[in-house]
């Protein structure tokens, strides 16, 4: 039942988050469960399969990633040739022109997704070996866009539109991890484990920041593998 339970929970998050309305500099606002649900489905149908021990957990889709395929760091290659997941992807409603939607014909390649499967397929011989005790999940579904075409992180939103969309988000997690039962939740980057700590309080859970592999951080760019590896271990989180 845990793949019909996180995809109506999905659905349900996605109808509440689109009653939310965004200001300046928010120009567009992209959201994957829509055009891109063939693809996460495809993904909770493939490996949201019962209990896991450990939740890797993303900010928000980045523009040739998830606004692409539908998965969490849903890096093309990655999730065609590893997850062996390919789908229908549909577009949004209004699409900034830099920032076209071409589902899995995508030819960019987005770095954060690449370094993050990259390091899973690195120490776990199939996706399936990986997916046995893991799960990957964005604490918001939506990508924002300025007028330029440059990503606009949540934390980056006015307070008044950041508010009630963290609200959400935090309710929607809260729901997910109950789902799913993780002893760890991994934070990627600042931000996702802020999140995690905050809208899971007082639940029996480890939460653990690792180094966000976005190439935008310069710590990323020295040994991002190697010094998240040796994070996971220093935590008995990987043997």
Same mark, same amino acid.
């Given at each position: 039942?845990?793949?019909?339970?996180?995809?109506?929970?999905?659905?349900?998050?996605?109808?509440?988050?689109?009653?939310?309305?965004?200001?300046?500099?928010?120009?567009?606002?992209?959201?994957?469960?829509?055009?891109?649900?063939?693809?996460?489905?495809?993904?909770?149908?493939?490996?949201?399969?019962?209990?896991?021990?450990?939740?890797?957990?993303?900010?928000?889709?980045?523009?040739?990633?998830?606004?692409?395929?539908?998965?969490?760091?849903?890096?093309?290659?990655?999730? %065609?040739?590893?997850?062996?997941?390919?789908?229908?992807?549909?577009?949004?409603? %209004?699409?900034?022109?830099?920032?076209?939607?071409?589902?899995?014909?995508?030819?960019?390649?987005?770095?954060?997704?690449? %370094?993050?499967?990259?390091? /899973?397929?690195?120490?776990?011989?199939?996706?399936?070996?990986?997916? +046995?005790?893991?799960?990957?999940?964005?604490?918001?579904?939506?990508?924002?866009?300025?007028?330029?075409?440059?990503?606009?992180?949540?934390?980056?939103?006015?307070?008044?539109? %950041?508010?009630?969309?963290?609200?959400?988000?935090?309710?929607?997690?809260?729901? /997910?991890?109950?789902?799913?039962?993780?002893?760890?939740?991994?934070?990627?980057?600042?931000?996702?484990?802020?999140?995690?700590?905050?809208?899971?309080?007082?639940?029996?859970?480890?939460?653990?920041?690792?180094?966000?592999?976005?190439?935008?951080?310069? +710590?990323?760019?020295?040994?991002?593998?190697?010094?998240?590896?040796?994070?996971?271990?220093?935590?008995?989180?990987?043997?």
């Amino acid at each position: 039942m845990t793949r019909q339970r996180l995809r109506q929970l999905a659905a349900d998050f996605s109808r509440r988050i689109d009653n939310l309305h965004f200001s300046r500099p928010v120009m567009f606002v992209y959201n994957p469960l829509h055009y891109a649900w063939p693809g996460f489905c495809a993904y909770l149908d493939q490996y949201a399969n019962g209990n896991k021990s450990v939740v890797f957990l993303g900010m928000n889709p980045g523009p040739w990633g998830m606004a692409q395929t539908g998965v969490p760091f849903g890096e093309i290659a990655a999730v %065609r040739d590893w997850l062996g997941i390919d789908a229908a992807i549909g577009r949004p409603e %209004r699409e900034h022109p830099k920032r076209p939607v071409t589902g899995f014909d995508c030819r960019r390649s987005e770095v954060s997704g690449r %370094r993050l499967w990259g390091l /899973f397929r690195k120490h776990f011989p199939t996706a399936d070996c990986f997916f +046995q005790d893991h799960f990957v999940a964005n604490y918001c579904p939506l990508l924002f866009l300025e007028e330029s075409g440059r990503n606009l992180t949540p934390d980056k939103l006015p307070t008044a539109d %950041r508010e009630p969309l963290l609200k959400m988000c935090d309710d929607h997690l809260a729901r /997910f991890v109950d789902e799913l039962r993780p002893r760890w939740l991994v934070g990627v980057g600042k931000f996702a484990a802020d999140a995690a700590r905050r809208s899971l309080a007082g639940r029996d859970i480890g939460i653990v920041q690792i180094l966000h592999p976005s190439p935008a951080n310069p +710590q990323a760019n020295r040994d991002w593998a190697g010094r998240v590896t040796r994070t996971l271990r220093e935590r008995n989180i990987w043997g």
